[in-house]
């Protein structure tokens, strides 16, 4: 008898309000691209949850630091590192961007960007300089003070007077004590002869006082004088140092409420929340803007930089319609420009919200805004875009509106072999695999619990054992797990369909699923339902799926029926196990 083999990694449906074909995605399942049987793959379900610890909150962001060689994630009010909960606490209720430096992790929360340092484990919020600092302590100390004597008259310079003024006392005193007036000699003063006037009452004075020598650290400078008025000469001389105060003036910039972070060659990039303009930290202290030329705007984003990030030593800004590129000028003139925007690179695409962009692969994934028209997902590189989403995702898409696009996030994920991009939505979480798409994008869509409920994981991030993700709904941690389907211990539901199959006035004797069996630990079926317009789907029948050691078992639905003209098929498991599925076939045989 004909056998018609059916395959399972995208149905074919049709849509009753629209009149239209659409792809019926799978659910919780991924394509493997590999050759098995009579089939050029199989689909395999996405891994399972196991829970890890328990977090303070919600997760709101995680980042693989690279210094540290550690997972930070941010879930409720604190800061993770490794799973450790940090002693810092983190403003505020929403998503956080994260970015790191050979000093500190950063993290924007709540409008401002805080920097963890590593040494001191503290949190540091990105701030103005201080409108005027001291750089330089004054002071004043005596570095010599000694009697004439047979010793000789001299001193050496130390290194510390480079940094302020030498003044030299004399005071000519007798040997019994009587004193004239002091003699004081300045610096600009020395290599000239300097004479007192003869007091009126008598008493001791000098003329011919000679100061010999440079003021050169560890040279010796001589003093000379002539000692007026008799008696024996005990003039006292004293050499000191003053050392004036240094304060520096630094001029006072708007930060303003951070809205996007990224770290680009030891500096840190922040986006103004509202504004065209991105800033740049200081090479010499991070939590503080640069101190000569901090500001750069997006000329071509008048409704403001919704996000940034960098790739390949550029600075990527996102606005609703257009990217843009800027490039490091090479410049260390502090009266010129550290970054300069590259025209040619620009795209006129931009990004529904701040985490509607991710890495994927050598470019950017982007959920496109509104304002370039309907909503979709784009690679985007330098000056050109590729749409990944198809007519089914698009639709999806089409029924959010643009605040609830706005708050999306986009992450990529890479594990045995699947390069997926998730893009997580307030209704859904769809996925992307690269590796599967050879002939037309495979999407999928990913979910939790039996009733449409959204997928929970969210933020997923190898920690060098497992793949770790955070929570959207409850404070735990957990991580993936491929000896499972399930989450945190609920049965996951997989779903498949089948494209519409010509089958005009026939009989249908068997319909068989080619599977991968024998891990249950108790018996389970599949949900096998028949649709014979692409549109409604008949009652269910439960055939055997899956028992602990029958690894031959098959499924099998016999005596389908007859079919008048066209056949599709969905099958659904709910399962804690994970299932591996090739192809279906069904036998034929006319009337």
Known sequence: ??????????????????????????????????????????????????????????????????????????????????????????????????????????????????????????????????????????????????????????????????NGKITITLTPTKADGTTGEALTISENQWGKEQTQTEPDGGGPWLSGVLVDGKKTSGSLVSLSWTFNGGGEDATAISVDLVVEEITQDYAQYEIGAVRDICHNRSRYIWVKDGSDNFGITDLEDETHPDQYRPLYRAESMPDGIQGVANWRDMVVCFGSSTTEYFSLTGSTSVTESVYMAQPSLMVNIGIAGTHCKCHYGESFAVLSHPATGAPGIFIIDSGSKKELSTPTVNKILAGYSADELAGAVLEAVRFDGHELLLVHLQRHTLCFDSTASGDSPQWCILKSGLYDDVYRAVDFVWDGSAMTVGDKTTGIAGALDFAIASQYGEAAELLLHTPLAKADNQLLFDFEIETAAGLALYAEKCFIAATTDGINFGHEQLIPSDDRYRYDQRIIWRQVGRCRKNIGFRLRFVTKTPAALAYCQLRIGYG
Not at 10 to 30: E, F, Q, R, W
Not at 61 to 82: C, D, H, I, L, P
Not at 110 to 130: A, E, I, M, R, V
Not at 133 to 162: C, I, M
């Open 1 to 162: 008898m004909p056998v018609i083999q059916l395959p399972i990694i995208k149905g074919k449906g049709k849509k009753s309000h629209i009149a239209d074909y659409a792809d019926l995605l799978p659910v919780n399942m991924l394509a493997v691209p590999q050759p098995v049987l009579n089939a050029a793959g199989y689909m395999r379900s996405f891994p399972g949850i196991v829970k890890t610890s328990d977090v303070a909150g919600v997760s709101r962001g995680a980042e693989y630091n690279t210094k540290q060689n550690q997972v930070f994630r941010v879930a409720g009010s604190r800061m993770y590192a490794a799973g450790t909960a940090l002693g810092v606490t983190i403003p505020g209720t929403g998503r956080v961007s994260m970015a790191h430096s050979y000093n500190s992790q950063g993290v924007a929360a709540n409008g401002q960007l805080l920097f963890y340092s590593y040494s001191d484990k503290t949190l540091t919020p990105l701030d103005n300089w201080p409108s005027a600092a001291v750089t330089r302590e004054g002071y004043e100390k005596t570095l010599n003070a000694w009697t004439h004597g047979a010793g000789g008259d001299a001193f050496l310079v130390p290194d510390e007077s480079q």
